[in-house]
């Protein structure tokens, strides 16, 4: 890819497996790239580096870091019998999901490697000793209530002040999709710590106050 020629950097990301949207792909870039010159980005949820391509392109851009977090075993609607199970991601050997070989070719075509810092392990194992303010939080890890709220609990404390903190999936409307982000989001706008902002697509952005 040719480093931040904006054509390129949509094409990588439609080629890549994922759950990101051109349209929320494109916002989470634009926010990254305000955000970015104030501290490192974060995010949960790497899967193959489809949203981390936009992240990564815009802290590229600033000279700093996107850390991604996943565990790489999947979600549980990613697992064998489950709606978003899928073959290709499954690893023989271990009879387990394996996304992390499919998120090191992302990064390496997007020539992403020196900007985006894979963390291989759960979020909450990541957060354990982290002392480094963030400039913009993205939550797109397990979908549970329980998974969200931990995402939340260990990372929105952790952004500088006028930071953002994304969340995915957002949907008021429950014939559109689940409610468990969505209930976390609500606890994250009641807390009084963040300005809410128009929804972009799934997207929930709130920015701290
Ligand atoms: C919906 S996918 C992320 C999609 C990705 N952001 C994209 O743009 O395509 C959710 C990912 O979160 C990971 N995950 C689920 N629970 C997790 C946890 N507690 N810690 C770390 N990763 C987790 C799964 O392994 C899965 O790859």
Redesign the pocket.
Known sequence: MKKDNPAELLKLAASVK???PEKEGLKLFELALEAAAAGPCL??????G??AVYIGAACRQKGTTLFT???????EE?QPGQIYFDPEIYDERSRR?D?LPLLRETLEKAELEDTVVPMVT???AASRNWATPLSLVFI????SYE?TL?DYQCWAGHLLKGGYLVF?DIYPDPFQGGQAPYEVYKLAVNSGDFTMLPLCGSLGILRKR
Request: proline share 0%; charged share 20%.
């Open positions: 994922g759950f990101m995010e949960v949820g790497s899967f193959c489809k949203s977090i996943d565990h790489h075993r999947g979600s990613q999901i996304s759960t979020s909450k797109d890890g397990g979908h998974s931990t995915h």
